[in-house]
């Protein structure tokens, strides 16, 4: 991380997750690793993937979350199992359901919108990709899932970005038993002050809104994620009733998980556009034969058929997929392709290596050739279960339209109105930052149309 990589290449396993590159290297596609006291298998065989992702009879169960992941997510959707996983899924699927995400197209276009604004017009202004979409993805959460804004979310993203530093910063740290209880990590009193600031931030917003019933300016609690949320706070029948501190869990998981993912697949796409612009004149093409001068919309089901923009976004995808480490804890004895697992062992899926491996893509794996997804991922990879940004099985992402969405509108947006190339003071360096992420940000350089 000293120094950035000495070309722009997209062969970033070695440098994101050089471990994991070393060792399936040493060991093979599938080994065991020690994390403490804890042994982790690591697979990376697409048949194997499929199995462990695809279960559905609770024998590979998400696996428990180190102390700094449940201070970001709780028992949130991400970790939750059982009964509350059941009971939080139905819910979000509802709310992210693809009726519902027409209706947040206006107002993620309005988002955009505001962003484009500060751009302005001046040729060669030069942009820094990933902060601005930090405030964009920030501003569209919360807009379209809470019914507020970036500036009322602020303190909340400020607090959730201090937490994603200590969780970073403790990533390697090894849990232990017994002993583990007397030590105190010196982040561990700032995290507890964090955690308690975000609840009472979500609670203040929980409260405006109840207020807004209350005194009538709302006919009712709402429609969106929030609104959902508060309905099932107060439902009579118990099993499904959530109770306020799986409330607020929800609320910091959605913050969290829907921005987070969603700002690094368009600051990579817009860092791959830049640098390969054939493919951005490509997608302007498309963008403006399918909605002119207009914004954006989902009229005559125009969204689906942006064929360009969806192979660019998978390759972008496949290249840098924002989800490291897919996690799963083995609940008995199963047998798993010729290995047979105890109990409590951890299982981990990383999709950088079966996403940049060539017997499954091909010898080109490292370019960025969005035609490889052409037709589809069945005909881009030799094994489609290689392929997995946004997971698989019954725990795949529950907001994936949410985000393809989001995309799809603000790079239309932006190839709208500007060209755009790589600032020459860019650094490469992709790095495991919880998502795979720019070290230095990616500097863009606007040239209006
Ligand atoms: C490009 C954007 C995104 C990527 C690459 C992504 C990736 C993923 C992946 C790989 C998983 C599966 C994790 C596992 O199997 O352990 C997942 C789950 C999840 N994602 Fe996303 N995600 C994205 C956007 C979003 C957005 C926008 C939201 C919310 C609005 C969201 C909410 C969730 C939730 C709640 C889960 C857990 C689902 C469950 O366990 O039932 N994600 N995501």
């Not at 390759?315 to 997929?321: K, M, S």
């Not at 947006?413 to 500007?418: F, V």
Request: hydrophobic fraction near 40%; proline fraction near 5%.
């Amino acid at each position: 991380m000293k120094s950035p990589m000495p070309t722009l290449s997209n062969d970033v396993l070695p440098r994101v997750q050089p471990h994991i590159h070393l060792w399936t290297k040493l060991y093979g596609r599938n080994f065991l690793g020690w994390h403490g006291y804890r042994a982790e298998l690591f697979v990376t065989k697409p048949d194997l993937i499929k199995e462990v992702l695809n279960n559905k009879n609770g024998l590979f169960i998400k696996a428990h979350p180190d102390k700094y992941t449940f201070k970001l997510l709780g028992n949130g959707l991400v970790i939750a199992e059982g009964k509350n996983w059941n009971r939080q899924r139905k819910l979000a699927n509802h709310a992210f359901h693809i009726e519902n995400l027409k209706n947040m197209v206006p107002t993620m276009a309005g988002s955009v919108e505001n962003m484009l604004e500060k751009w302005g017009y001046h040729e060669g202004k030069e942009i820094e990709a990933l902060e601005e979409f930090r405030v964009l993805t920030s501003d569209v959460i919360t807009k379209t899932a809470f019914g507020s804004n970036y500036l009322e979310g602020e303190k909340i993203f400020d607090m959730l970005t201090k937490l994603t530093s200590i969780l970073n910063a403790n990533v390697f740290n090894i849990e232990l038993p017994v002993i583990g209880k007397f030590l105190n990590y010196k982040s561990d009193n700032e995290l507890e002050k964090v955690e308690k600031e975000i609840k009472e931030s979500f609670m203040q917003i929980i409260r405006k809104r109840k207020e807004k019933k209350n005194t009538g300016e709302l006919d009712d609690y709402g429609s969106d994620y929030l609104g959902l949320l508060i309905n099932a706070n107060q439902e009579n029948d118990e099993e499904k009733r959530i109770s306020i501190d799986d409330m607020i869990d929800e609320c910091k998981t959605f913050y969290f998980a829907g921005q987070e993912t969603t700002m690094g697949l368009l600051t990579w796409a817009m860092l791959l556009l830049a640098t390969h612009t054939e493919w951005q004149e490509k997608a302007r093409k498309e963008v403006f034969d399918i909605f002119g001068e207009k914004h954006p919309n989902t009229e005559n089901s125009s969204m689906a058929k942006m064929k360009i923009m969806t192979m660019i976004m998978n390759e972008t995808l496949r290249l840098y997929p924002p989800a490291l480490n897919l996690r799963r804890t083995v609940s008995c004895e199963v047998r798993l392709g010729e290995i047979l697992l105890p109990p409590n062992i951890n299982i981990i899926i990383p999709p950088l290596v079966s996403h940049n491996d060539p017997q499954i893509w091909g010898e080109d794996v490292h370019l960025f050739r969005p035609d490889r997804f052409a037709e589809g991922v069945t005909k881009a990879a030799k094994n489609t279960n290689a392929y997995l940004p946004f997971g698989m099985g019954p725990r795949n992402c529950v907001g994936s339209n949410f985000a393809t969405i989001e995309v799809k509108v603000a790079l239309s947006m932006i190839l709208q109105r500007y060209a755009f190339t790589l600032s020459p003071t860019y650094m490469h360096s992709p790095i495991q930052y919880i998502t795979v992420r720019p070290q230095h940000g990616v500097q863009i350089i606007l040239h209006p149309l």
